[in-house]
């Protein structure tokens, strides 16, 4: 795929979900008092989406939730029972705001099964391991100790809103960088920093999530890798490495990690959420030294320690269950769930559609034609009871809208199906309305098969 500018901010709506959410500031009479951050502070679409999208006749296509099926759900029942009697005082007290000792010596054996060795992590130490609640508090908090208000961070084109929201709410302006099927683009990482040197800028960090990205599916190809890592270590830019999919890849193919070829300039962030029960709130950030004392801070006062019961109930899980072999069934049923997307979009999309084809983790990322906007055309997917995720969530800059994200981790293969067909009917809706007012529609010769989107990049 190639890189394409960016689109124009569209003004389409939610709907009321959203729509309440902007008129609440009107009538809060607390509204002056606030920080100028807040200002920042907005709900993201996705979140928005939530109270429609969790309907029973609505099928979800929108939120990224784990399925959670393949859990031993009895076994665990006895092990957080015994946790409870054997080791209720201290489990259930305060604790370290590093996290569990136990806990994080377990994390290297975690990364060691991605990487193929404890080695190939890039050198693992318990004592850099700083557990938090769910990777997104490393995300914030890192946010927190690098970033003042104005300051630039580069992230992928387009990247997960989770990250654009920490971003948002500590006022850092976002770049994007572009992206193509093999991940983010090294030419374009140096033209960005390029740029930023000839302003006489620099970023704080770049924010990347290298193995079957949200919200795209794609990886950064194995050989870009080091490539990405030297232009940052010759720019002085910091790598922060998100990596909560690594584990996931269909066939079981794993990638190296950032941190693995420069450990003192990536900061890796990990999470249990897609590998065991995301309701936990576990997460970590194995870090330089120095960093790594800032974010034991930074926990301290933002939450002062990270929950001990439910790192134990990891930890655990762990120790007493074989959590590979579950990983391993999570890869087959999320393969099985892709290719039930995949197979209906090929049959159900218009013409002119085109979509990435995911080799491990949660999303599909689809182009629809030119003159359909996925935000606009979102509330006459609800009402057809079907939802996704419109790609404007996804880039800073509100761009993004030919692009949706489609989720396939948790509905059934046949609801998903099902959930395609629905959504066709939109798209067709919609394209009938752009012929019959003369706006562009799709163009000939387009194809609707299985191919790669182009991305938005500013």
């Known amino acids: 795929m190639t890189a394409m500018p960016p689109e124009h901010r569209t003004t389409g709506s939610l709907g009321p979900a959203a729509a309440a959410g902007a008129a609440g500031d009107a009538g809060d009479p607390h509204l002056e008092r606030y920080a100028a ?21 609505v099928v979800s296509l929108a939120g990224g939730m784990p399925n959670l099926a393949a859990l031993p759900l009895e076994s665990l029942s006895v092990e957080v029972a015994g946790l409870v009697a054997a080791e209720g005082q201290s489990a259930l007290q305060y604790g370290s705001a590093q996290g569990v000792p136990v806990l994080r010596e377990q994390i290297g054996e975690v990364m060691a099964f991605e990487a193929g060795s404890l080695a190939a992590t890039g050198g693992f130490a318990p004592d850099d391991v700083v557990v938090t609640v769910g990777s997104q508090s490393a995300l914030d908090m890192l946010t927190r100790l690098f970033v003042d208000p104005g300051d630039v961070v580069l992230a992928e084109s387009p990247s997960y809103v989770g990250a654009l929201g920490s971003f948002a709410a ?62 940052c270590r010759r ?30 300039n990536v900061v890796y962030l990990g999470s249990f959420s897609k590998i065991f029960a995301s309701g936990l709130r576990v997460g970590w ?11 034991v801070l930074a926990a301290e006062s933002a939450t002062l320690c990270p929950p001990a019961f439910t790192q134990l109930v ?106 395609v067909r629905r959504l066709a009917g939109v798209l067709d809706g919609e394209l009938d309305l752009l012929r019959t007012f003369g706006v562009a529609g799709p163009r000939p010769g387009t194809s609707g098969g299985p191919q790669a989107p182009s991305m938005d990049t500013t």
Not at 285 to 295: C, E, Q, T
Not at 348 to 373: I, M, N, Q, S
């Open 285 to 295: 950030a194995l870090a330089p030294h120095g960093i790594r004392d800032k974010l």
């Open 170 to 231: 500590y006022q850092a302006e976002v770049r994007h960088v572009a992206m193509d099927d093999d991940g983010l683009l090294p030419a374009a990482l140096d033209e960005a920093l390029q740029r930023l040197a000839r302003e006489g800028r620099r970023a704080k960090f770049l924010y990347t999530v290298p193995n079957f990205q949200n919200p795209v599916g794609v990886s950064l190809a194995t050989e870009r890798r080091p490539q990405i890592v030297e232009i």
């Open 314 to 419: 990891v930890s655990r899980y762990l120790a007493t269950h074989d959590w590979r072999s579950l990983v391993k069934s999570f890869r087959e049923m999320y393969r099985e769930r892709c290719e039930a997307m995949l197979a209906a979009l090929e049959t159900h999309l218009p013409d002119g559609c085109r979509w990435t084809r995911p080799e491990g983790g949660f999303f599909v990322w689809a182009t629809v034609p030119e003159g359909v906007d996925t935000r606009a055309m979102l509330p006459r997917a609800i009402t057809a009871r079907v939802a996704y995720a419109s790609g404007t969530g996804f880039h800073a800059d509100g761009s993004g809208s030919r692009h949706m994200r489609l989720s396939f981790c948790y509905p059934p293969p046949e609801r998903i199906t099902e959930g």
């Open 37 to 57: 951050r807040t200002a920042g502070m907005t709900a993201s679409e996705i979140r928005a989406l939530f109270a429609v999208a969790s309907r029973p006749e």
């Open 235 to 264: 720019h002085g830019v910091l790598i922060v490495e998100d990596n909560p999919y690594g584990l996931l890849g269909f066939d079981g193919q794993t990638f190296p990690s950032l941190r693995s070829m420069d450990p003192e």
